[in-house]
T-cell receptor, first 113, second 112 residues
Framework: DSGVTQTPKHLITATGQRVTLRCSPR?????VYWYQQSLDQGLQFLIQ???????AKGNILERFSAQQFPDLHSELNLSSLELGDSALYFC????????????FGPGTRLTVL | GNSVTQMEGPVTLSEEAFLTINCTYT??????LFWYVQYPGEGLQLLLK?????DKGSNKGFEATYRKETTSFHLEKGSVQVSDSAVYFC???????????FGKGNQVVVIP
């Protein structure tokens, strides 16, 4: 158990809908990262937050957005969903410095029908 | 940009066999290198890491050496067990950068 929690574990929805994925980092960690794992693209970095502020952006679509709240939990919002958004979404957290180890949650599996 | 290449295809081997998974990288700076493992239905777990050239990361019988001259970080284990069946990902993080860049992963299946 990494100490990172993600909810829900599974999510099934329809095209055009909007969903929210939630992540609680390990106790004391200030950074949260979101990654997408899909069959065709593999594991890709989406976005990072540090202590409530956006720190780095990767291959995140404009339909996707994220935020980190004062209690350091984070949410990833996916809107206008398409079939191709079906994937496993991982959250990871780390303490403070860039070189600190990232610990991954169990993931949320999103299926868009 | 930064990228990681892992050998194609799943790896199937018998218990107690020697395991090697190749990983090469392309990076502009001085990356840290990682191997993560993903067991069925679970998230990624850090298996080992190396932060500079010639460092050897090791954990649970797995080893990998950071080779700058060949830009490689191959994973090895001398005697695999059925419980080592999982997907293994090689990753890098460039110096001063937070994001991890992953390879495609290799499914390892160990047969009793």
């Amino acid at each position: 158990d990494s100490g990172v929690t993600q909810t829900p574990k599974h999510l099934i929805t329809a095209t055009g809908q909007r969903v929210t994925l939630r992540c609680s980092p390990r106790s004391g960690d200030l950074s949260v990262y979101w990654y997408q794992q899909s069959l065709d693209q593999g594991l890709q970095f989406l976005i990072q937050y540090y202590n409530g502020e956006e720190r780095a952006k990767g291959n995140i679509l404009e339909r996707f957005s994220a935020q980190q709240f004062p209690d350091l939990h984070s949410e990833l919002n996916l809107s206008s969903l398409e079939l191709g958004d079906s994937a496993l979404y991982f959250c990871a957290s780390s303490y403070k410095k860039p070189e600190d180890t990232q610990y991954f949650g169990p993931g949320t599996r999103l299926t868009v029908l | 940009g930064n990228s990681v290449t892992q050998m194609e295809g799943p790896v199937t081997l018998s218990e107690e066999a020697f395991l090697t998974i190749n990983c090469t990288y392309t990076a502009t700076g001085y990356p840290s290198l990682f191997w993560y493992v993903q067991y069925p239905g679970e998230g990624l777990q850090l298996l080992l890491k190396a932060t500079k050239a010639d460092d050897k990361g090791s954990n649970k019988g797995f080893e990998a050496t950071y080779r700058k001259e060949t830009t490689s970080f191959h994973l090895e284990k001398g005697s695999v067990q059925v419980s080592d069946s999982a997907v293994y990902f090689c990753a890098l993080r460039d110096y001063g950068n937070n994001r991890l860049a992953f390879g495609k992963g290799n499914q390892v299946v160990v047969i009793p």
